[in-house]
């Protein structure tokens, strides 16, 4: 049986800014090779992703499926770190287009195989359900400004009553506890979102990405007592190091941080915190810093009661109504994809995904072929 590992992650995510996108930091920079999918919905890119994506961790290859925000059942990237592959949906709304093509980047146009008489006879309905996808996920878009808004007045309130000199001199604890290093040469960076607004729910697969983690700092306290504050410093420290960094972005707000990892400490910091509350499944040792413990809970109760207890249940309302905006999207893309999966040729896809596994397999046996190349020189 395989050891191999799978990691999950966003790569864009439903915010209050719209669709943001951090697709170009789901693979490295120095890829061999990229497969760019393109095709409309239901031609089968999640599905095609997906069994390669299998194939590769059935022989001992840990993956990253960096899922979709849009639907918990379907990916938008595989990603094969130790041979530095990739297969991306190069689709809206996450348009991919090749930045070295031919030398790195391909383009796989699953538009090949389908039928474009039957599927223009379906045109105006296409449209028609292209049009309320877009309607339905604006409306998602604004609620979740709303959502952001009241957290941010939630926000506003808890700050004035918080021992910012306290928070500050737990900052400055911590980063003398766990940067006892040398500093190196310049660390690699990657963003992405540990959580997303799915038409399930809020949904995060945190406990995947910490493999390799030894440590897991437990961030918790309400909005406004500088949790995402600290992750940055936290993160900006490792930084100057020379540490690599990866970056989980809020998925309501991306401005803000909910998770870094920095694997070369095996350390990690995540924030348990309302909208967005998190229990590790996690074997490692787990240390809590309580963000409350500086700050003054009686008198902010006291004065602003009322407020914190409104705001709470306007974020709560405005993204369950975000939710509910992002089932009817799905719905109707569902719907969409009844009028392309009739007129697409699966048997040709297959082969079409055969022959590009045996083109990922070739990357897989270079290393064992140089090493043995290596081997009998040598002898």
Known sequence: MSNAHI?????????????????HYMIQQDANHIFILKGGPGVGKSTFMKKI?????????DIEYHCCSSDNGSIDGVVIPNLKVAL????????????????VDEIVNLGEYWDEALIKQSKNKILACNSKVSGYFQRAYFALQEAKIALEEWRYYTKAYQDWSKINQMTLRIESEIFNVSP???????HLFAWAH?????????????NGTKT??????????????????????????GLDVQYYHNTLDPAKLDLIILPDLAIAFVINCEPYSYTPNFEGTIITL???QSLNSAQLMEDCGEELQD?????????????KHSEKAKATHDLLETYYVPAMNFSDINKKLNSILERILVFAEEPAIAAMTTKSQKM
């Open 184 to 190: 190196k040469d310049l660390g690699n960076e990657r």
């Open 53 to 61: 994506g299998q194939t590769m961790l059935d022989r001992g290859y």
């Open 216 to 241: 897991l700092y437990t961030l918790i306290g309400q909005p406004g007592t500088g949790k995402s504050t600290f992750l940055a410093k936290i993160a900006e420290r490792a930084s100057v190091y």
């Open 290 to 292: 309580d963000f409350e």
């Open 7 to 23: 990691k999950k992650m966003f790569p864009g995510a439903v915010t209050s800014q719209g669709f943001y996108s951090f697709y």
């Open 198 to 210: 799915t038409p399930q729910g809020k949904t995060e697969f945190i406990d995947t990405l910490l």
């Open 311 to 323: 705001c709470k249940v306007r974020v709560n309302q405005h993204i369950t109504r975000a939710r």
């Open 88 to 103: 991306l949906d190069g689709t809206a709304p996450h348009i991919v287009d090749p930045k070295n093509p031919g030398a």
